[in-house]
């Protein structure tokens, strides 16, 4: 069944234009047809098309799943890489493996600080119709790493940081939290800054490894959303 995405899914439901031209034009649906309309928060209903109009479309919809929140999410806390190309691959991988939120934020050695979030935030959703899950990866807006600290004193206990200073730290498949929300943070290009490091660490922040071989930030982030998931299981 292929996968639409909105919000608010009422009995009788109307997409957006976006959505029902990509319907009627793209996937060249047909009134009578049946889709599955998710909604981003772990709802999934079974819309049949009762008007294929590629300006709004309409469904009648029934509740087909609801899939609650996992008990122990992981938010991404990453500097976006200089090369678009190679952060956008980055979101779309994180929403196929299920991330719960992105936080970008802004480094003394980020090297690109401008943010597409209207981009971004359409391939996320392309990303969860395309691996059909059900709940949408949440995009925070870019803040700076100081800024991050500041706002989360109190939930250092769930943060950890994988950079590549030759400090004492553990691996982080051995640190992941089983049963509870927790946060990594993956920098930029040349890796935090140790003045950066210090301060994570000063809070409380636990230093971690992602392995022996020095990483890109993308390649880093997506070993850490992998060992995460690896744990869990």
Same mark, same amino acid.
């Given at each position: *069944?292929?996968?639409?995405? +909105? +919000?608010?899914?009422?009995?009788?439901?109307? %997409?957006?234009a976006e959505e029902s031209n990509h319907v009627v034009r793209v996937l060249r649906a047909r009134a009578g047809e049946e889709f599955a309309l998710v909604d981003g928060q772990g709802r999934r209903y079974v819309g049949k098309l009762i008007d294929a109009d590629k300006r709004k479309c309409v469904f009648k919809t029934s509740l087909d799943i609801e899939v609650p929140p996992h008990p122990a999410p992981l938010t991404l806390v990453i500097a976006p890489t200089k090369s678009t190309d190679r952060f956008e691959w980055l979101l779309e991988k994180a929403m196929e493996y299920g991330v719960h939120q992105i936080q970008p934020v802004w480094t003394s050695r980020s090297e690109r600080k401008n943010a597409k979030m209207d981009r971004w935030q359409r391939i996320l959703i392309s990303a969860l119709k395309q691996s059909q899950q059900l709940w949408l990866t949440e995009l925070e807006q870019p803040i700076s790493w100081n800024d991050w600290l500041e706002n989360h004193k109190e939930q250092v206990s769930q943060g950890f940081i994988a950079h590549c200073l030759d400090l004492e730290k553990s691996h982080w498949f051995d640190e992941v939290p089983r049963d509870a929300p927790s946060w990594i943070a993956i &920098?930029?290009? &040349?890796?935090? /800054?140790?003045?950066?490091?210090?301060? @994570? %660490?000063? =809070? &409380?922040?636990?230093?971690? /490894? =992602? &392995?022996?071989?020095? %990483?890109? +930030?993308? +390649? @880093? @982030? %997506? #070993? #850490?959303?992998? *060992?995460?998931?690896? #744990? =869990?299981?």
């Open positions: *069944m292929r996968y639409v995405f +909105t +919000t608010k899914i009422e009995p009788v439901h109307t %997409l957006d &920098g930029p290009e &040349g890796d935090f /800054s140790p003045e950066e490091i210090e301060q @994570a %660490l000063k =809070l &409380g922040v636990k230093p971690v /490894s =992602l &392995g022996e071989q020095r %990483l890109r +930030t993308e +390649t @880093a @982030a %997506l #070993a #850490a959303i992998q *060992m995460h998931g690896l #744990a =869990l299981r």
